[in-house]
């Protein structure tokens, strides 16, 4: 996406990430969830029906999202090291992941399959050990 692109030139470009509530974070996680919450809320006014059809194809395409975001960061780490915000970097990186989890734990008033959940914090495991 080109949210995650412009993500990752603020990395390589050495810009310290945002400070919230005395954490680093990045705003991409901030974007992301509220796109999905946006479409979830969008299928509501429909019908539940609908909100809950549609659910599992956002995790989906969240775990596609995070998958591609886990190659650019795992990039950024093998070959930023040198760069003075590096550290912060990580750190907001490792931030938005609990962040992520969080979210999609959070969903059970939809019934959200188990898998699909595992599916998405088994990547964000990934990011936080790579």
């Known amino acids: 996406s080109s949210d995650l692109e412009l993500e990752v030139k603020s990395w390589t470009e050495d810009r310290p990430p945002e400070i919230l509530n005395g954490e680093f974070h990045s705003e991409l996680r901030i974007d992301a969830i509220q796109a999905l919450n946006g479409e979830i809320k969008g299928a509501e006014g ?10 599992p194809l956002l995790v989906e395409k969240l775990a596609d999202f995070l998958q591609s975001y886990k190659r650019k960061f795992e990039e950024f780490k093998s070959g ?16 938005s992941c609990s ?15 188990e898998n699909l959940k595992r599916d998405v914090c088994a990547v964000l495991s990934e990011i936080g050990r790579a």
């Open 46 to 55: 429909v019908s539940s029906a609908l909100a809950n059809q549609l659910l």
């Open 80 to 95: 930023q090291k040198n760069l003075a915000h590096f550290t912060p970097v990580v750190i907001a990186n490792l931030n």
């Open 99 to 113: 962040d992520y989890r969080a979210y999609v734990t959070n969903l059970d008033k939809y019934h959200l399959a």
